[in-house]
């Protein structure tokens, strides 16, 4: 690509100068500075490696500048993708879990996909539902007394421990109400 081609001049320097310090973000005020470089007459290979870019983008940032001014030069991010479930949607939905909560991780998934036409990567899924305001809630843990532990292992009788009706090394665990719920 060649320097030909200038840099029209929405801003007296001055102006220029005055957003270049106004500019509140980095992104900004590189764009800003890599004008007023090519106001002085800097080349747009010279301007764009002051600012740390390749030559290409030097060229579309000239282009944007020209066609645009400082309207045309900043970025425009386009808020991204639309979320999957709307606002008026996901209140259904933290509705729906609040009467049945907790809800396991595969309800949820059914609820999102029968009543809301939505799926989201099992990945994902916990991380959008903290977003959102649930919490997991592990099972519930058994409480045995150390003490009784003990003194079933050191005579081992095999004897279950009384208040929990079991072995106390049988793994099992009584997992009842784990899932899903609003965070207080």
Known sequence: MSDSGSVQRHLSETALDQALKAAESGERA????FIKSLYQGDSVSDAIAREGHTTSTGYRWRKRWNEGGVDGLLPDYGGGRPPKLSPAAETAFLDEIAQR????TATIEDI????????YAADYLPRKLKSIGLT???PARE??????ILEAAEWDDKAPVENTGRHP?????SRTEAGWAIAE
């Open 169 to 173: 090394y049988n793994e099992q665990s």
């Open 30 to 33: 590189r764009r800003l500075g």
């Open 143 to 148: 409480h045995v007394d150390r003490q009784e």
């Open 101 to 104: 909560q907790p809800v396991s």
């Open 112 to 119: 999102l996909k029968t009543e809301f036409d939505v799926e």
């Open 136 to 138: 997991y809630q592990p």
